[in-house]
Nanobody, 119 residues
């Protein structure tokens, strides 16, 4: 069982920045990937970005050049720095992790945090 605690998010004007944090209850070295998904009203949940254990990253085309994922191996946390935010970035953002060796679920989700970008 992996617990994820998200923080950050909120209301920001277009062009502004926000930083999301996600702290895991396990060592990040036990996780194959850590990342962020988002779900806007009426839309399916979609991947935003993730980072693999060896540091490779994947960014959705819509956020390339604006969002940056990073991690802290001491705090077992992953962060999402979001710059140049657009109204279309408005969504609930979810932290997602996948254990290297699943003993329970194959993936775990954070509780979600609302990001609202006003025009």
């Amino acid at each position: 069982q992996v617990q994820l605690v998200e923080s950050g998010g909120g209301l920001v004007q277009a062009g502004g920045s926000l930083r999301l944090s996600c702290a895991a209850s396990v060592s990040i070295f036990s996780l194959s990937t850590m990342g962020w998904y988002r779900q806007a009203p009426g839309n399916q949940r979609e991947v935003v970005v993730y980072i693999t254990l060896d540091g490779n990253t994947y960014y959705a085309d819509s956020v390339k050049g604006r969002f940056t994922i990073s991690r802290d191996t001491v705090k077992n946390a992953v962060y999402l720095q979001m710059n140049s935010l657009k109204p279309e970035d408005t969504a609930v953002f979810y932290c997602n992790v996948r254990p290297r060796i699943p003993t329970g679920a194959s993936e775990y989700w954070g509780q979600g945090t609302q990001v609202t970008v006003s025009s």
